[in-house]
C-alpha cells in the first residue's frame, strides 16, 4: 500500500484524533524510518521518545522473538519470570525498592497518583488528597492524569476535571510553598518538561521540592516517562540532579518500543498497595518485560548514557552554531533531550525538516523539538544539524 492508499483506509476506519498526517511508515532501522512510498528519514523523534535504542534494536528483536516463541502473556495471578527479572535490573539500578507494571506512562502516572492518595490515609492523614502539579506540565490522557496536567487546552470539552489537583507555575518554590495545605499529599512533577518546551529546573528547584516534601510530610512524584533510561546522561532523571524522589512513574523508551509501564517507589511507602487495591491486566506481561529487560540491559551494558551526554553536548554546539543566521534563542535541555527555541513560530520549520527527511516536532509553538536515539554518532548529528539549516533556509 501506499501513503495515500493507507490514509484513505485509516480516514474511513480510524477515530482522528491525531489531526492531520501524510505519512505512513512501514520500516525501520537504526535511526532511519521509511515510508510507505518508499522514503527513507532520520528519526530524531523516535516515537516520541520510544524507540531509545533505534529502531529493530537486534538484541531487543531477539528477546522478543525469542519470547513470542516461549509465553506471550499470563495475567498478574501468577508470578511472571521475565517481569521479575526486569524488576530486579531496574531496581538494582536506582534507590527504590519495589515496581508495579502497567501499559503506559499515563497509566504509570494514575498508579503513582494512586498510590500516593493512598500512602496518605494508611498513615492517618484522612483529609489529604490534593496533588500539587506544575504548569505547562504533561502526565498523561487518562481523566486522572489529564487532569494532573496543567494545560487548559488538553481539558476542553471533558469538564468537569477531577478533583484534587492544584496548579503552580514550575520552577516556583514559593508559589509551589503558598499552594501546599492540609489536604496535599503529594507533588507530581517533570525533572525536566518535554512536551510542555522543554523546559530545564533551575538550580536548585527539584531540591528545593525534596525539602518542602520533606517539611510538610509529601511524597514526591517524578514523572521520569521521558527522562528515564539513560536520556539526560543517568539512567533516570533525578540521578542527573542529585535529587531522591518517593515515587518514579516511567514508560516509553523502557520497552524499547513495545507498550510497557512502570511505577517504581520504596517498600514502605508500596505496602499501600495490597492486594486487590490496583491492578493491570497487561502489566509487565512476558513480551512486554522480556523486551524492556534487553532495552534496559542495553543502555546500561553500553553506557549509553554517556553517549547521551557527549551527543547532547555535540548537538547542542552544532545548532548554536546556526544562531546568528536564524532567529534562534538558546538550545535547552540535557543529554538527548533538546529543544532549539526561535523567536519565530516554528510549526512550519518542523514540517518542512521533515520534509526534507528529519522527523522531528514542534512544541509550544516555538520550540524545535529532539528525542534522538541515545545510541547516535557525530556523523548522525551533523546530518540532523544539515537538514535543519536548509529547512531554516527554506522557511526563515
Known sequence: MTNAEIKAMATKYVINTYGERKLAF????GPYVWDADGVKYLDFLGGLAV????????????AIREQAGTLIHVSNLYYIEPQVQLAKLLIDNCDMHQCFFCNSGAEANEAAIKLARKHAKDQARTDAYEIITMENSF???????VTATAQTRYHAGFEPMLEGFKYVPYDDLGATEAAISGKTCAIL???IQSEGGVNVPSDGYLQGLRELCDNY????VFDEVQTAMGRLGTLFGYQSYGVTPDIIAMAKF??????IGAMLTTKHIA????PGTHAATFGGNPLASAAAHATLKTVIGEKLGDNAVNMGAYLTGQLMRLKGKYPIQEVRGRGLLLGLVMSVDATALAAKCIENGLITICTNNNVLRFLPPININKALVDEAVSIVE?????TI
Open 26 to 29: 512501514v520500516k525501520g532501522e
Open 51 to 62: 524507540n531509545g535504542l533505534g529502531h529493530c534494536h537486534p538484541d531487543v528483536v531477539a
Open 139 to 145: 502526565h498523561g490522557r487518562t481523566m486522572a492524569t
Open 189 to 191: 512533577v517533570e525533572p
Open 217 to 220: 510530610n509529601l511524597l514526591l
Open 254 to 259: 523502557l520497552g524499547g518500543g513495545v507498550a
Open 271 to 274: 505496602e499501600s498497595f495490597s
Open 390 to 394: 536548509k529547512s531554516l533556509a527554506e
